[in-house]
């Protein structure tokens, strides 16, 4: 069994921002492998089902982006995964430019604030995740304004094929291992590729 939970904000007015692209590869998952992702457990809403014959958990963590590990940890506890080989977080990155994915088995938070608290909450900093490029903050800009803006049309259409590789990067993790999905996905994109 593998857990995926992809970080982000609950409501409306959170839909479709930088912050919140963790959410949009969990739909994206969704949709691909027939989960519906609505049931309320662990502070999250929660979908199970299977990609390609392994069973998932897919996870959108409901308690707002810097107080996520709450609702991991849970999860993590009532399916028994086990943190480093079974749990898969998905979140964006301000220092990564726009699309940009890069997977890593393990790491610090990097100054996010959602993967700090998973850290914290779990104990270890030893689970695997995609990092999404949602592009730097330009200068001037308030850091949580520019998390929490939404995209302008062409980022979003970047965005998206991004999120539709992030998918492709997940299921890689699952089928053939962090290592394999690390070497496809962390090339540098560029114009969109």
Known sequence: MYVIAGLGNPSKKYENTR??????????LAEKYGIQVIWRRHKALVGH???????????????????????????????????????????????????QLRIRKKGSAGGHN?????????????????????????????????VLGHFT???????DESVELAVEAAFTVIKEGPDASMNRFNAKRTNGS
């Open 19 to 28: 912050h919140n692209v963790g959410f949009d590869v969990i739909d994206a």
């Open 49 to 99: 089902g299977y990609m390609e014959g392994e069973k998932i958990v897919l996870v959108k963590p409901q308690t707002f982006m810097n107080l996520s590990g709450e609702s991991i940890r849970e999860v993590i506890d009532y399916y028994k995964v086990d943190v480093q080989k079974e749990l898969l977080v998905v979140c964006d990155d301000i220092s990564l430019d726009l699309g």
């Open 114 to 146: 959602g993967l700090k608290n998973i850290i914290t909450h779990l104990g270890t900093e030893n689970f695997c995740r995609i990092r999404m490029g949602v592009g730097n903050k330009p200068e001037g800009y308030d850091l949580a304004d520019y």
């Open 153 to 159: 049309g062409a980022e979003r259409k970047n965005m």
